[in-house]
């Protein structure tokens, strides 16, 4: 074969390869762009269904919760609003109202646990939805209304709640907050 044939070949092989390189290259910045955007995906959606303050659900993920409720076991929905907090706000300013309220609204859902899931509401107000379990639901309020309860000098934070049962009670999501709100 003559010298310059050879060369035509192998520059015609050297640009079938740096052809392939730059589209295998293509794919693959292709697949990392697919995969970030689905990770933002998956973010903005928890940033969407969380209450920025304390990590808890939020109204709109309450809501959705409620849409998607199992009608073979009775849940409880409670709504808690404390009662103290503007005149902590006021004292003590507002980030250490904030820190009051992440750390009332962990001790609701540690009280909770498995058996149920807190949501803030906005501001001062927090609902829970819960298994019962065949435990005394007064009870369980109580033990909850204890979970958003904390003294200190010169300040007493408690709550006001209001419960309703599902699905017995409410048709569905709005009525059930309405009622459960009535009831505090």
């Known amino acids: 074969m003559s010298d310059s044939l050879s060369l035509v070949l ?7 390869l740096h052809a392939a390189a730059t589209l295998a290259a293509v794919m693959i910045r292709l697949t990392l762009t697919f995969r970030q955007n689905v990770a933002m995906l998956r973010a903005s959606r928890d940033e969407a269904l969380t209450d920025s303050l304390t990590g808890l659900g939020n109204r ?5 919760a409620l849409e998607h409720l199992d009608d073979a076991k009775p849940l409880v929905l409670a709504l ?13 300013g507002h980030p250490a109202g904030d820190v009051l309220l992440t750390r ?7 009280y909770f646990g ?5 949501f803030r509401m906005g501001g ?13 639901l007064s009870t369980l309020l109580d ?20 419960a ?12 059930a907050l309405k009622i459960a709100d009535q009831r505090m």
């Open 10 to 16: 192998f520059s015609g092989t050297a640009d079938k």
């Open 60 to 64: 709109r993920a309450l809501t959705r």
């Open 80 to 92: 808690f609003d404390l009662d103290g907090f503007k005149t902590y706000n006021d004292t003590y």
């Open 104 to 110: 009332l609204g962990a001790n609701l859902s540690a």
């Open 114 to 118: 498995a058996s149920g899931r807190v």
């Open 124 to 136: 001062d107000e927090f609902c829970a939805l819960f298994e019962p379990r065949g435990r005394d």
């Open 143 to 162: 033990g909850a209304a204890m979970a958003l309860s904390e003294q200190g000098e010169g300040f007493y934070i408690g709550c006001s709640y209001g």
């Open 164 to 175: 309703i049962t599902l699905p017995g009670e409410a048709r569905d999501a709005a009525e």
